[in-house]
T-cell receptor, first 118, second 110 residues
Framework: GAVVSQHPSRVICKSGTSVKIECRSL??????MFWYRQFPKQSLMLMAT?????????EQGVEKDKFLINHASLTLSTLTVTSAHPEDSSFYIC??????????????FGPGTRLTVT | DAKTTQPPSMDCAEGRAANLPCNHS???????VYWYRQIHSQGPQYIIH???NNETNEMASLIITEDRKSSTLILPHATLRDTAVYYC???????????FGAGTRLTVKP
């Protein structure tokens, strides 16, 4: 099946610094990728949708200047958390959409990145 | 996309069938029912999806009521490794994104 990878799997950074998370579709091309955030004991919350070569669409309440998303190729999207603060500590999960048979879109999820801001 | 309602938690004995219900009474005719699960600190894992017919794969069976207002995910022989949060999602197949509700936390006990 289709595989989505994320790097790093775990990162610790100091408050005020920026951290970049990569999301790759390994065996398919993803014109659309999604970024989710999950706090402890909560469900996944969609942060933004990115289409290759265009600006990301952010969900209400998500600061686009803080969470920079770049989707420069059909297999790579990056999420940069700028000026990170402890409240940004969370589990970040990416997902990539594959166009399969007869235009049916399936969505595959990465393993997640645990961000801890100290 | 239609909203779904699931019980917050369920227990199941190891080796027995786990039946996880989902209510989606406002589902539209072109919306599919998807099931994912999330094991602790991992990304969501696809289980199964269907439109109106019952579906079965190597992981589970999906039973959708005739009026499509509810469905049940069946894990026929639950193991300890099936302990996870199970999410029922309703969406149009061509639609852009998956949106997750609270899910059901299934605990399989020895």
């Amino acid at each position: 099946g289709a595989v989505v990878s994320q790097h790093p799997s775990r990162v610790i950074c100091k408050s005020g610094t920026s951290v970049k998370i990569e999301c790759r579709s390994l065996d398919f091309q993803a014109t659309t990728m999604f970024w989710y955030r999950q706090f402890p004991k909560q469900s996944l919350m969609l942060m933004a949708t990115s289409n290759e070569g265009s600006k990301a669409t952010y969900e209400q309440g998500v600061e686009k200047d803080k969470f920079l998303i770049n989707h420069a190729s059909l297999t790579l999207s990056t999420l940069t958390v700028t000026s990170a603060h402890p409240e940004d500590s969370s589990f970040y999960i990416c997902s990539a959409r594959d166009q399969g048979i007869a235009g049916i879109y399936e969505q595959y999820f990465g393993p997640g990145t645990r961000l801890t801001v100290t | 996309d239609a909203k779904t309602t699931q019980p917050p938690s369920m227990d199941c004995a190891e080796g027995r069938a786990a039946n996880l219900p989902c209510n989606h009474s406002t589902i539209s005719g072109n919306e599919y029912v998807y099931w994912y699960r999330q094991i602790h600190s991992q990304g969501p894992q696809y289980i199964i999806h269907g439109l109106k017919n019952n579906e079965t794969n190597e992981m589970a069976s999906l039973i959708i009521t005739e009026d499509r207002k509810s469905s049940t995910l069946i894990l026929p022989h639950a193991t300890l490794r099936d302990t996870a949060v199970y999410y029922c999602i309703v969406r149009v197949l061509m639609n852009n994104d998956m949106r997750f509700g609270a899910g059901t936390r299934l605990t399989v006990k020895p």
